[in-house]
């Protein structure tokens, strides 16, 4: 009786750590790829602006903090033309990270500003998910 009820209890506790590496294993990897995947391309990873597209400061910002999101052929600020439709979007002032073309020397800020995202600033997949909130590009368009 002893003997079949250790062989139980090993049984079980076998059982009981196959279970656990096996949860362990799937919330590793769920992590790693539909988390991480998560992180990057919505709330916590941070997509590259620039003011125009030549403007050397370049500022950091969340995926959170853009709305509006266009192709678009003039600049924010001085409202320069751009040789190229660009995408851009609109934030707060204040929610940049880094030195933009920007001052609050007209008015009490936060100001709400239109920034442009360049292909090379950023990384392919913040890319491509800046081409799904743009839409297609007009130029392509019929």
Known sequence: ??????????????LWMVLRL???????VTRLT?????????????????RDWDDRGMGRV?????HGHRWDTTAGGTQVENPLPLIHAYI???KV???????CAHGEGPHNI?????????????????LELAGPDR????
Do not use: P
Request: with cysteine.
């Open 34 to 50: 539909f988390g991480l995947a998560w992180r990057q391309t919505f709330g916590r990873s941070t997509v590259y602006v620039r």
């Open 92 to 94: 707060w002032c204040d």
């Open 1 to 14: 009786m002893t003997r079949s009820v250790r062989f139980a209890v090993k049984i079980l506790w076998a």
């Open 97 to 103: 990270r880094g030195k933009i073309g920007h001052s």
């Open 62 to 66: 969340r995926w959170s903090d853009l």
């Open 114 to 130: 239109k920034v442009c995202m360049l292909r090379q600033d950023n990384t392919r997949r913040n890319w491509r998910r800046l």
């Open 139 to 142: 130029r392509l368009a019929d």
């Open 22 to 28: 096996g949860f362990w294993l799937f919330s590793t």
